[in-house]
């Protein structure tokens, strides 16, 4: 937020790049693809001498152009633009591989072009991504544009290079005006939304989701077992106690038979038991069981944090 340099842009997409290879994938299975929103502006507006007010139908023909087959494609432009030098131009856009092939393929390039500042702006970043050693993960496409209008400037969406997962994984661009909307003070952004299906599915098709993370560790879980329902509220402000304290908390709703929840928390590798009963809520007390010393003790309730801490501390790396 407030950054109003490309370095923003930058930033972003480092990250992006870094959660993908902290997985293990490379640019041959992932790609960054990205535009320029001024950049296509000035296009239809210099080259294709397209009216602002259309401006936003170009917007939309791009962003479909990858959903529909070829012959669906044609229709729909020739639907919108019945301009035929308007129509090839559209075509010229969205074939384009890369910002020199796009102007390669118009004649009489107008000087306002090349000092617009969606040109300059996406010169600039291409640059800073050679430099930064980013550009292997990136390719610049002109039909992503991103359909929300609140994005000014760079816009990006993050696929699969491969044909199992074709829906965006990341998406997002620069939004300078979206703040104007809650208050006088104008202040730019830039941002990405994560679809964490998407990335799961991605991680899944190339064996990349680690080991360590498909087995949960719920050693610093607390579990609280009941006795019966009637203490459930009391069990619920022990929860919250827990919580509080930044502890994850599994509470055993079912109320089977003591040795059953033991054998249950025992499985999940659970090093704290509480075990609440009428007894325990009548007094304010707890009794708390060391699962791996298997001993259990009564203590007060204000007396529990400190306890916990204190088998955490001593049998933690155990």
């Known amino acids: 937020m407030g950054e109003n340099s490309l370095y923003g842009e930058l930033e972003i997409f480092n990250i992006i790049v870094d959660i993908f290879t902290e997985f293990g994938a490379t640019s041959?299975?992932?790609?960054?693809?990205?535009?320029?929103?001024?950049?296509?502006?000035?296009?239809?507006?210099?080259l294709l001498n397209i009216s602002q007010e259309k401006i936003p139908m170009v917007y939309?023909?791009?962003?479909?152009?990858?959903?529909?087959e070829?012959?669906?494609?044609?229709?729909?432009?020739?639907?919108?633009?019945?301009?035929?030098?308007?129509i090839q131009g559209i075509f010229k856009l969205k074939d384009s591989k890369s910002v020199e092939d796009l102007l390669s393929k118009f004649d009489n390039i107008p000087e306002d072009l090349y000092?617009?500042?969606?040109?300059?702006?996406?010169?600039?970043?291409?640059?800073?991504l050679k430099e930064t050693g980013l550009s292997d993960y990136c390719t610049f496409s002109p039909s992503v544009v991103r359909g929300?209008?609140?994005?000014?400037?760079?816009?990006?969406?993050?696929?699969?290079?491969?044909?199992?997962?074709?829906?965006?994984?990341?998406?997002?661009?620069?939004?300078?005006?979206?703040?104007?909307?809650?208050?006088?003070?104008?202040?730019?952004?830039?941002?990405?939304?994560?679809?964490?299906?998407?990335?799961?599915l991605f991680l899944k098709t190339y064996n990349l989701i680690p080991e360590e993370a498909s087995k949960k560790d719920y050693t610093d879980t607390i579990y609280i077992a009941l006795?019966?329902?009637?203490v459930s509220t009391y069990a619920i402000e022990l929860a919250q106690t827990m919580r509080a304290e930044d502890f994850a908390c599994i509470v055993d709703y079912t109320f089977k038979n003591l040795k059953n929840q033991l054998k249950k928390a025992n499985g999940l590798g659970v090093i704290i038991v509480l075990i609440v009963g009428p007894e325990e809520m009548g007094e304010n007390k707890v009794t708390i069981k060391n699962m791996i010393s298997e001993e259990q003790k009564s203590v007060d309730f204000e007396d529990l944090i400190d306890e916990i801490y204190f088998i955490i501390d001593k049998f933690g790396e155990s």
């Open 227 to 230: 006795i019966n329902k009637e």
């Open 148 to 200: 929300l209008d609140y994005y000014t400037g760079i816009v990006f969406e993050v696929f699969d290079t491969g044909k199992d997962n074709i829906r965006s994984i990341f998406g997002g661009g620069r939004y300078d005006d979206l703040l104007s909307i809650f208050s006088d003070e104008k202040v730019s952004g830039i941002g990405f939304g994560m679809g964490v299906l998407m990335l799961s």
């Open 28 to 46: 041959e299975q992932f790609q960054i693809y990205y535009n320029n929103r001024r950049f296509i502006d000035v296009i239809c507006e210099s």
């Open 60 to 68: 939309k023909i791009l962003d479909k152009s990858d959903k529909m």
């Open 115 to 128: 000092n617009s500042d969606g040109y300059i702006e996406l010169v600039n970043f291409q640059n800073l």
């Open 70 to 86: 070829e012959s669906e494609f044609e229709k729909f432009v020739i639907e919108n633009f019945q301009n035929e030098s308007i």
